[in-house]
C-alpha cells in the first residue's frame, strides 16, 4: 500500500492527524527533500527506509514504492503542502494503477492556507473578493496561454501564486498589464510557519524590489489583492439586521 501524504505548510506540528499516524507505520518514506521540513522524519519507526526525492526522477520514485510493495511494506509518499497543488501526484497514481498497487491520498494544510495564517488575513473578504485564484507565472514549465497571468488578473480577485518568487519583475508585468493598479497591496510571504517564516508587504509594482532587498529566491508565497487592505463590509452572516435560516433579524 501506498499513502500520499501532505504534509502541511512547514510546521512539524500542522500535519493531519491521519497523516502523522500513516507516517509512524511506514516501511519506506519517500520525501520532498527541498521543501518538506525533516523534523516530519523524527517519528518514524526504527528500520524504516527514507528516500529524498528531490535527485530521483519519477521512475526510481516508483521502483522503490514496487519493491516495498513486493516485501509487503508500507510507503509514505510524503509531499509539501497539500499533495493536489502542484504535487505531481497524478503521474505516480497512473503508474501504480498500470501496476496494481493500491494507494490513498491523505489531505494536507496547503502553503496558502498558512500564509494566510501567517498575515492575519481572510482571502474572501465581502464586497472585496469572494474568489481566489491559486496559479503560477510561467517559467521553464508553461502555462496553458488561457492561464497566462495577465488573463486571470482581469478578474481583480485574490491571487496567491506558487513557484513565481525568481520572475517577479514579469510577475509585476502581467499583473499589471491584466488590471491590478500599481499600488494594490502584495505580501511576500517566505517559509510561511517554518521557524524562520518571513512577511514582507509591498505593492504590486514593488514586489521584485522587495524581494532583492530580503534576499528572497525561492520558497515564499506571493499573495495580491485588496483583502490585504482595510476596507470590506461586514459579513452578513452575524449581521443584527439580517435575517437566515438559524436567526431572525434584530433590528
Not at 488575513?121 to 473578493?129: C, D, Q
Not at 491571487?159 to 494594490?184: I, N, R
Amino acid at each position: 500500500m501506498v499513502h500520499f501524504i501532505g504534509a502541511g505548510p512547514g510546521a512539524a506540528d500542522l500535519i493531519t492527524v491521519r497523516g502523522a499516524r500513516l507516517l509512524g507505520e511506514a516501511d519506506v518514506i519517500i520525501y520532498a527533500g527541498s521543501l518538506v521540513n525533516p523534523a516530519l522524519l523524527e517519528n518514524r519507526k526504527e528500520g524504516c527506509a527514507v528516500y529524498d526525492s528531490a535527485s530521483m526522477t519519477l521512475e526510481e520514485v516508483i521502483a522503490v514504492m514496487r519493491d516495498a510493495e513486493a516485501k509487503g511494506g508500507v510507503t509514505v509518499r510524503l509531499h509539501t503542502g497539500d499533495p493536489s497543488l502542484y504535487g505531481a501526484i497524478r503521474e505516480q497514481m497512473d503508474q501504480l494503477d498500470a501496476l496494481g498497487i493500491s494507494y490513498d491520498v491523505t489531505p494536507g494544510v496547503s502553503s496558502f492556507s498558512g500564509a494566510a495564517a501567517v498575515l492575519n488575513a481572510e482571502y474572501t473578504l465581502p464586497e472585496v473578493s469572494q474568489s481566489v485564484i491559486i496559479t503560477r507565472m510561467a517559467g521553464r514549465t508553461p502555462v496553458p496561454e488561457r492561464e497566462r497571468l495577465r488573463a486571470l488578473a482581469a478578474h481583480g480577485c485574490t491571487m496567491v501564486l506558487f513557484l513565481s518568487t525568481g520572475l517577479l519583475e514579469q510577475v509585476e508585468e502581467e499583473l499589471t498589464a491584466g488590471g491590478y493598479s500599481p499600488d494594490t497591496p502584495a505580501a511576500i510571504v517566505y517559509k510561511a510557519t517554518w521557524p524562520e517564516e518571513r512577511v514582507y508587504r509591498c505593492t504590486v509594482s514593488t514586489l521584485a524590489k522587495t524581494a532583492r532587498e530580503n534576499g528572497v529566491t525561492k520558497t515564499a508565497l506571493i499573495t495580491v489583492g485588496n483583502f490585504l487592505g482595510d476596507d470590506y463590509e461586514r459579513s452578513k452572516l452575524y449581521d443584527p439586521a439580517f435575517t437566515h435560516e438559524f436567526r431572525e433579524a434584530s433590528r
